[in-house]
């Protein structure tokens, strides 16, 4: 099993960027696919973005890409999620989460406790 923490989050102004961090601890990292996910206010959860276990492929929701980008560091067993041109609608909790295996099928199997993301004037 893998163990995941977020942080990163916190207050940024409309047009601003951050850069959220997702340290793994328990497991072997590398060997994972990884995901993040948000809630936005008044919303379900949404599935924003993914990677593969060796960083090499990605995915993203239509409606952020361009301002979005995963990343990851398996050196460091850490996850990355750069956010740029944030918008107030981007206010919530961000979780990380692992795949079961090396790639983005099948389910998720580890959640992280998530960071908050504000975005206001």
């Known amino acids: 099993e893998v163990q995941l923490v977020e942080s990163g989050g916190g207050l940024v102004q409309p047009g601003g960027s951050l850069r959220l961090s997702c340290a793994a601890s328990g497991s072997i990292f590398s060997v994972y696919a990884m995901t993040w996910v948000r809630q936005p206010p008044g919303r379900g959860l949404e599935w924003v973005t993914a990677?593969?276990?060796?960083?090499?492929?990605?995915k993203y929701v239509d409606s952020v890409k361009g301002r979005i980008t995963i990343s990851r560091d398996n050196a460091k067993n850490t996850l990355y999620l750069q956010m740029n041109n944030l918008k107030p609608e981007d206010t919530t909790v961000y979780c990380c989460a692992s795949y079961y295996n090396s790639s983005w099928t099948g389910g998720m199997g580890y959640w992280g406790k998530g960071t908050l993301v504000t975005v206001s004037s």
């Open positions: 990677i593969n276990s060796g960083g090499g492929s990605t």
